[in-house]
């Protein structure tokens, strides 16, 4: 039996990364970038807030309170631990400046900015198909689809 180098191993294992397989880690990091909430944190951190796709979006630092402001509905808890996950998977930098009060600012790693890419385009299709989905949503209600 031949030993590996450790390189040689993590290099076999990301091989056989496959989501389809119930022990996969990968499921794990589908299920946490498929969340609406880190989608919306993701577009915001990218520049996306205004949904204008005419102009082109510049990545930026936030702060909390301006997240918090700007995706509405989400509890101070779930920004937290949503903020905190991304940090922890890398997808996010968390700046503390020591100023009274301190100042935390959040911002978009390359590798967060590459998952960005990819959500920008998941909110705006669902932007720009709402109402298909919506009329196909009342037509299966109601028996007539």
Request: glycine fraction near 6%.
């Given at each position: 039996?031949?030993t590996?180098t450790a390189?040689e191993?993590?290099?076999r294992?990301?091989?056989?990364?496959?989501?389809?397989?119930?022990?996969?880690p990968?499921?794990?990091?589908l299920d946490?970038?498929?969340?609406?909430w880190?989608?919306?944190?993701?577009c915001?951190l990218?520049?996306?807030a205004?949904?204008?796709a005419?102009t082109?979006?510049?990545?930026?630092?936030?702060?909390y309170?301006?997240?918090?402001?700007l995706?509405?509905?989400?509890?101070?808890k779930?920004?937290?631990?949503?903020?905190r996950?991304l940090e922890?998977?890398?997808?996010?930098?968390?700046?503390?400046t020591?100023?009274?009060?301190v100042?935390?600012?959040?911002?978009?790693t390359?590798?967060g900015?590459?998952?960005?890419?990819?959500s920008?385009g998941?909110?705006s299709?669902?932007q720009?198909?709402m109402d298909?989905v919506l009329?196909?949503?009342?037509?299966h209600?109601d028996g007539?689809a």
């Amino acid at each position: 039996m031949t030993t590996k180098t450790a390189g040689e191993q993590r290099a076999r294992a990301k091989q056989q990364y496959n989501a389809f397989f119930a022990q996969c880690p990968s499921r794990q990091l589908l299920d946490r970038v498929s969340d609406k909430w880190v989608v919306l944190l993701l577009c915001a951190l990218g520049g996306d807030a205004t949904g204008d796709a005419a102009t082109a979006p510049k990545p930026r630092a936030m702060r909390y309170s301006e997240l918090s402001r700007l995706l509405a509905g989400v509890s101070q808890k779930m920004l937290t631990q949503t903020l905190r996950n991304l940090e922890r998977d890398g997808l996010l930098t968390r700046t503390v400046t020591p100023t009274v009060p301190v100042t935390v600012c959040y911002e978009l790693t390359a590798l967060g900015l590459s998952l960005y890419e990819m959500s920008r385009g998941v909110r705006s299709w669902a932007q720009s198909h709402m109402d298909e989905v919506l009329a196909h949503r009342a037509g299966h209600d109601d028996g007539t689809a």
